[in-house]
């Protein structure tokens, strides 16, 4: 990168004039876990300010309400000068070849106008964060998923577990303005790629909400304090950069840690993240109590972050029900994925073994065979009983289900035949069980 995006007393990235897209392999700047040099360059950054902007400042990161206001004169004279600058990016090959693919996607009105509103209506700036946000999702999910909105089927293994610990989680309650609280917890032994592909996912999700876009949103971030050794803080680094290339707003980052070890790691993300979020940040120091009366002096309410002592997560089952619901509502919107990572509870497994057959999507199966065996039973035609292994099947998928079979490590979609032919071999098991002749 060039020597002009650093700031004059030190290695830490100055991101304000960077149209770089490539900002997932961006190397974390050698100084990021330096404390009194990182919060040194944030106050010599408010010094810059007026009057005018450090009480923007100011009111932003306490939760004070401003109105956001927006017309359609505005709103199109903004996307129509957001193309002009994209147009003048020399580096967006990302962008290039998602319009290739899906011209229409990538030039979606409510799409790009998620972006604009990230940036508060700076043309320039929205139109680096677009062609950003490509290549992120190009290098996090590859070429095939470019045009494609990101659901729950697309991510791995890794990934799953990582959104369904609750470590990382949009919320459904906001602060005091009104806005959406992103609440992370780091610590967990998620990949890197495993943070970021969340990352992604939820922003992407939550943007879907007009609402959110036009009010913006807060970030709080705890840190265990595990380790302090480079490879967690270059994951901080590279966990932080991901916010340049996604439609969302931060009016305040809000670090939270209960050790110096902590203090460092989330050192990085302050050193990581953009001029305009490094104002707006603020550190909490203290045990899960005393942090959560911190936040409540910037508008978040105790009790509105969902972690307790120890970081541990007070909200999970609930949380993975609603992920649950989610991708259940994904499916039903969505282009059916033909190759799945991880099935959902809704999916019928083939294979044989324990770990198959108490899934819980076969265990609601065989109780559906059960439900209608005596229909089953007493059909008179082959195509009586064809028609009922039909409506199961049906019914499954209305659900949101899948019939899958193993394919190396992951699932495939089988025929529609093949899970009629599943259906029908349990209702033959059950006659043998009962003894039904």
């Not at 990016?89 to 998602?98: F, P, R, T, V």
């Not at 707003?249 to 209960?258: F, K, M």
């Amino acid at each position: 990168m060039n020597n002009e995006h650093y700031d004059e007393r030190a290695s830490v990235i100055d991101h304000s004039e960077d149209s770089n897209p490539n900002i997932l392999s961006e190397k974390m700047p050698e100084n990021a876990t330096n404390v009194d040099e990182i919060d040194s360059i944030i106050a010599q950054q408010m010094m810059k300010l007026s009057v005018e902007d450090r009480e923007k400042v100011y009111s932003d990161v306490h939760g004070v309400k401003e109105g956001k206001k927006e017309n359609e004169e505005m709103i199109q004279d903004g996307l129509d000068s957001m193309q002009r600058e994209i147009e003048k990016l020399q580096h967006k090959e990302a962008y290039d070849m998602a319009c290739t693919k899906d011209q229409k996607y990538v030039e979606s009105r409510s799409f790009q106008l998620a972006f604009l509103r990230a940036d508060s209506f700076d043309a320039r700036k929205a139109a680096i964060r677009f062609v950003r946000h490509f290549q992120v999702k190009l290098d996090l999910f590859g070429e095939e998923k470019l045009v494609m909105d990101i659901v729950q089927d697309d991510l791995d293994r890794d990934t799953m577990g990582a959104l369904y610990s609750g470590t990382g989680q949009i919320l459904d309650t906001t602060d005091s303005a009104g806005r959406c609280i992103i609440a992370a917890v780091f610590g967990a032994p998620w990949t890197t790629r495993a943070y970021l592909q969340r990352a992604f996912y939820n922003t992407m999700m939550t943007i879907r909400d007009p609402y959110k876009q036009i009010h913006g949103y807060i970030i709080v971030v705890y840190s265990l304090a595990h380790s302090s050794q480079q490879g967690d803080a270059s994951k901080h680094y590279t966990f932080s950069r991901i916010s340049e290339g996604l439609p969302v707003r931060i009016e305040a980052l809000h670090l939270c840690h209960d050790s110096p070890k902590g203090q460092v790691l989330l050192t990085v993300s302050k050193a990581a993240v953009n001029p305009s979020i490094k104002i707006r940040t603020r550190t909490h120091y203290g045990t899960n109590q005393q942090i959560m009366l911190s936040l409540a002096g910037y508008g978040i309410k105790p009790g509105t972050i969902p972690v307790g002592e120890g970081c541990k997560i007070t909200n999970l089952d609930a949380y993975q029900q609603r992920l649950h619901q989610m991708r259940s509502i994904e499916r039903l919107k969505e282009p059916k994925r033909q190759k799945i990572n991880v099935p959902s509870r809704s999916d019928i497994l083939f294979g044989k073994g324990t770990p198959f057959q108490n899934h819980h999507g076969n265990v609601q199966l065989r109780n559906m065979v059960s439900e209608r065996y005596k229909a089953y039973a007493k059909a008179a035609t082959k195509g009586q009983k064809m028609q009922i292994t039909k409506e199961i099947v049906q019914t499954v998928q209305q659900n949101s289900g899948l019939f899958l079979r193993p394919d190396g490590g992951s699932w495939v979609c089988v025929e529609e035949e093949a899970a009629r032919q599943k259906v029908s071999a349990l209702f033959r098991s059950l006659r043998i069980r009962i003894g039904d002749t």
